[in-house]
T-cell receptor, first 113, second 118 residues
């Protein structure tokens, strides 16, 4: 079984500043990882996914993440945030063999003007 | 893209009421759907896996008689919270994965149901 850990529960950031959200995963034979965003009172929307291949993954809304096998990390970055990026962000990976997902604890991003 | 629809978006009801939440896959057939529970400012907790045409599989600690799951068709799964009490108040989210493709494809989530038991 795999576990996913998000190191920061909350990240305040000023508008137009860069942001990085940290995610670490436990080692597993088969690794695939996702970043989801959740706006208030809504479900989760997929930002990006790493399945295999290139370790730099680009997603929607200007976000990107880098899969780093040696550091077992999959950090999410955006070079310049907007007020509309204020949301909860979840890193997720396989829970065990099969289709189940395990989620990190979430990181709340608060973008300040 | 793939879409999962969840209904209702919000329910407020009295203690002792049973509440049914629907989860539909709109443009793909989902043999498997997932039900999560999310407490305020916390992450998603998987409650159960809904399997079309067979019994749901529940995660450890989740009462199957409390949270009834029915997956009668390839596009619809329902979660019924039976005899709901205030401690059942939470945000419930369903998800499904398009089976066309490999196992590691992402899940698609509904918009969630806010359940408030008075």
């Amino acid at each position: 079984a795999q576990s996913v850990t998000q190191l920061d529960s909350q990240v305040p950031v000023f508008e137009e500043a860069p942001v990085e959200l940290r995610c670490n995963y436990s080692s597993s034979v088969s690794v695939y990882l996702f970043w989801y965003v959740q706006y208030p009172n809504q479900g989760l929307q997929l930002l990006l996914k790493y399945l295999s291949g290139s370790t730099l993954v680009k997603g929607i809304n200007g976000f990107e993440a880098e899969f780093n096998k040696s550091q077992t990390s999959f950090h999410l970055r955006k070079p310049s945030v907007h007020i509309s990026d204020t949301a909860e962000y979840f890193c997720a990976g396989p829970k065990a063999a099969g289709n189940k997902l395990t989620f990190g604890g979430g990181t709340r991003v608060l973008v300040k003007p | 893209g793939a879409v999962v629809s969840q209904h209702p978006s919000r329910v407020i009801c009295k203690s002792g009421t049973s509440v049914k939440i629907e989860c539909r896959s709109l443009d793909f057939q989902a043999t498997t759907m997932f039900w999560y529970r999310q407490f305020p400012k916390q992450s998603l907790m998987l409650m159960a896996t809904s399997n079309e045409g067979s019994k749901a599989t529940y995660e450890q600690g989740v009462e199957k008689d409390k949270f009834l799951i029915n997956h009668a068709s390839l596009t619809l799964s329902t979660l019924t919270v039976t005899s709901a009490h205030p401690e059942d108040s939470s945000f419930y989210i369903c998800s499904a994965r398009d089976p066309k493709g490999t196992e590691n494809q992402p899940q698609h989530f509904g918009d969630g149901t806010r359940l408030s038991i008075l």
